[in-house]
């Protein structure tokens, strides 16, 4: 009996103490500062910078006036969805590293 009651004292004691310094990392800001070194940094970019010398302008061939309405970085390619002044909309898809246009998606047209 006196065993068990030692067990149960040195266990309360332990309890208060984890407790007190439960209170003593959350009052000083101990658990902030470890969130913060633990948090990840920024995702890399989807398109990295050319390998090669640089490919200069690119002419993507579309309608003067044409605006840019939204670019999507996919893997190693980008897509620029543009909007004509007529209304009419396009997507070109270009390869970042080479500038060579892969292709062009003419919604609407056959």
Do not use: N, Y
């Amino acid at each position: 009996m006196r065993a068990l009651k030692a067990v149960v004292f040195g266990l309360g004691i332990l309890c208060i103490g984890a407790f007190g310094v439960l209170v003593w990392l959350v009052l000083t800001g101990g658990l902030a500062r470890e969130a913060a070194v633990k948090a990840p940094g920024p995702a890399p970019s989807a398109v990295s910078a050319p390998a090669g010398p640089a490919w200069g302008d690119l002419a993507l061939g579309q309608p003067a006036g044409s605006a840019l309405v939204a670019l999507v970085a996919s893997g190693d390619t980008l897509a620029l969805h543009f909007r004509a002044p007529d209304g009419a909309e396009r997507v070109v898809v270009v390869d970042p590293r080479t500038g060579r246009v892969l292709g062009r998606i003419l919604p609407g047209e056959r």
